[in-house]
């Protein structure tokens, strides 16, 4: 049998593996339905992606998927949001320990915040290069 579509063989075999280790980790600590209908749906994603993986059409079938221009395009404005979506969540979760370890004089509440200024900042920078950087490219 033949891999067509590595990146496909590689996520499904990966969903395999955390199916397994979740049904272990169900059976050490005890039965729980959750538990298990995580680790079925797991395993029947990665079954599949790693069934898609051999087959030559369906392996073609997502590779033009991948390269079409209009799930390019959603996928580039998904990313671009969650990344904005992320920063503001950062930003107000930042504030809000700031003002709560302010106001309860926690020293725990203020490093909270402190470190999610710190991942504000970062990805503050890291826009600001990227941004520079494609500018320059292009």
Same mark, same amino acid.
């Given at each position: 049998?033949?891999i067509?579509?590595?990146?496909?063989?590689?996520?499904?075999?990966?969903?395999?593996?955390?199916?397994?280790?979740?049904?272990?980790?169900?059976?050490?600590?005890?039965?729980?339905?959750?538990?298990?209908?995580?680790t079925?749906?797991?395993?029947?994603?990665?079954?599949?992606?790693?069934?898609?993986?051999?087959?030559?059409n369906?392996?073609?079938?997502?590779?033009?998927?991948?390269?079409?221009?209009?799930?390019?395009?959603?996928?580039?404005?998904?990313?671009?949001?969650?990344?904005?979506?992320?920063?503001? /969540?950062?930003? =107000?979760?930042? !504030?809000? @320990?700031?003002?709560?370890?302010? #106001?309860?004089? *926690? %020293?725990?509440? /203020?490093?909270a =915040?402190?470190? !999610?200024? @710190?991942?504000y900042?970062?990805s #503050?920078?890291? *826009? %600001?290069?990227?941004?520079?950087?494609?500018?320059?490219?292009?």
């Amino acid at each position: 049998m033949k891999i067509y579509n590595k990146k496909k063989f590689g996520s499904g075999f990966i969903c395999i593996v955390l199916g397994v280790l979740n049904f272990l980790a169900c059976f050490s600590t005890g039965f729980d339905v959750s538990g298990m209908v995580i680790t079925l749906a797991l395993l029947f994603i990665g079954g599949g992606s790693v069934m898609r993986s051999f087959s030559r059409n369906m392996s073609r079938e997502d590779k033009l998927d991948e390269l079409d221009e209009r799930n390019r395009l959603i996928d580039l404005k998904t990313k671009s949001r969650a990344f904005r979506l992320t920063q503001a /969540i950062c930003f =107000g979760l930042m !504030l809000l @320990f700031l003002v709560m370890g302010k #106001m309860s004089g *926690e %020293i725990l509440l /203020i490093s909270a =915040g402190v470190g !999610l200024a @710190f991942a504000y900042a970062v990805s #503050m920078f890291t *826009e %600001i290069f990227t941004y520079l950087y494609y500018e320059k490219r292009n």
